[in-house]
């Protein structure tokens, strides 16, 4: 069946360090791919998305490739703020069909 | 535009009693999905509807948990009788019908816990 794995957590950075989170995926068919962040006491929402192979996904300063060669979806941000602390959840939908998350990787940013 | 409103936040109950929550989805969308979240993992569907229609249940443990969605709009997920092992957050989400592979958008969460 379809999933998601995720690099482990927790994340610690520096305030303007450069960040990675690991991201890649097993699925038939052509799925669209997802990054959510869940904020301390808030609920999931939706980073940025892309829904086909080379696709760019762009948000806040995040970004996110689509590589279907190496089914890969890794979060970037050149440069990361406190603010960016937070659980992060790569997600994968095929076909309109429910979607798959990974475990989740907890970011932490220290000033 | 109002989001997917969740009720309640919270609820401690203790096992063997029954519990319930539930859900409004943004309006227009007509597919709904429960989602269970344990602790540092991420969430799992329970139950998906698309208007009225139960399309995916498969994962729902269907002798202690229930779901309806009446009128296809609002919808209430049940737990009777309650487990330790139930503790967890519980995630409504919905999407518009018929959208493909975009996204879903999510509520707060009702955070249950079992004692």
């Known amino acids: 069946g379809d999933s998601v794995t995720q690099m482990e957590g927790p994340v610690t950075l520096s305030e303007e360090a450069f960040l990675t989170i690991n991201c890649t995926y097993t699925?038939?068919?052509?799925?669209?791919l997802f990054w959510y962040v869940q904020y301390p006491g808030e609920g999931l929402q939706l980073l940025l998305k892309?829904?086909?192979?080379?696709d760019k996904g762009s948000n806040k300063g995040f970004e996110a490739t689509y590589r279907k060669e190496t089914t890969s979806f890794h979060l970037e941000k050149g440069s990361v703020q406190v603010s960016d602390s937070a659980v992060y959840f790569c997600?994968?939908?095929?076909?309109?069909?429910?979607?798959?998350f990974g475990a989740g990787t907890i970011l932490r940013v220290k000033s | 535009e109002a989001g997917v409103v969740q009720s309640p936040r919270y609820k401690i109950i203790e096992k063997k009693q029954p519990v319930a929550f539930w859900c409004n989805p943004i309006?227009?969308?007509?597919?709904l999905y429960w989602y269970r979240q344990n602790l540092g993992q991420g969430p799992e569907l329970l139950i998906r509807?698309?208007?009225?229609?139960?399309?995916?249940d498969s994962q729902l443990p269907k002798d202690r948990f229930s779901a309806e969605r009446l009128k296809g709009v609002d919808s209430t997920l049940k737990i009777q009788p309650a487990e330790l092992g139930d503790s967890a957050v519980y995630l409504c989400?919905?999407?518009?019908?018929?959208?493909?592979?975009?996204?879903?958008?999510f509520g707060q969460g009702t955070r249950l816990t079992v004692v």
């Open positions: 989400a919905s999407s518009p019908q018929g959208a493909g592979n975009t996204e879903a958008f």
């Open positions: 699925a038939t068919g052509y799925p669209s």
């Open positions: 892309a829904t086909k192979a080379d």
């Open positions: 997600a994968l939908r095929r076909d309109g069909n429910k979607l798959v």
């Open positions: 309006s227009g969308h007509n597919t």
């Open positions: 509807y698309e208007n009225e229609e139960a399309v995916d």
